[in-house]
């Protein structure tokens, strides 16, 4: 089992910056792949980063160029950058890992900008 905590969001203008991070714990060593995912009200959750522990990073495209992703493999933890924010990334943002014991999800933790 792996524990993820989020922290980090909170209320943004338009064009404000943001970073989550994500704290993995329990079997929390054979960790894979460790990303982030997003809903927003109304809408199925969809796919925004993800990061392997290796360090190859993939992104949406609608939050290329404005988002980074980046991990710390010692600590277990992700983080997600967001710069130049807007309001359509408003959502609850989930942590994501997937790990040789399943695929584990955060609490959630809300990220809300207005314009």
């Known amino acids: 089992q792996v524990q993820l905590v989020e922290s980090g969001g909170g209320l943004v203008q338009f064009g404000g910056s943001l970073r989550l991070s994500c704290a993995a714990s329990?079997?929390?060593?054979?960790?894979?792949?460790m990303g982030w995912y997003r809903q927003a009200p109304g809408k199925q959750r969809e796919f925004v980063a993800r990061?392997?522990?290796?360090?190859?990073?993939m992104y949406r495209d609608s939050v290329k160029g404005r988002f980074t992703i980046s991990r710390d493999n010692a600590k277990n933890m992700v983080y997600l950058q967001m710069n130049n924010l807007k309001p359509e990334d408003t959502a609850v943002y989930y942590c994501?890992?997937?790990?040789?014991?399943?695929?584990?999800w955060g609490q959630g933790t809300q990220v809300t900008v207005s314009s």
């Open positions: 994501n890992v997937v790990s040789p014991g399943g695929t584990f």
């Open positions: 329990g079997s929390a060593y054979s960790i894979d792949v």
């Open positions: 990061i392997t522990g290796g360090g190859s990073t």
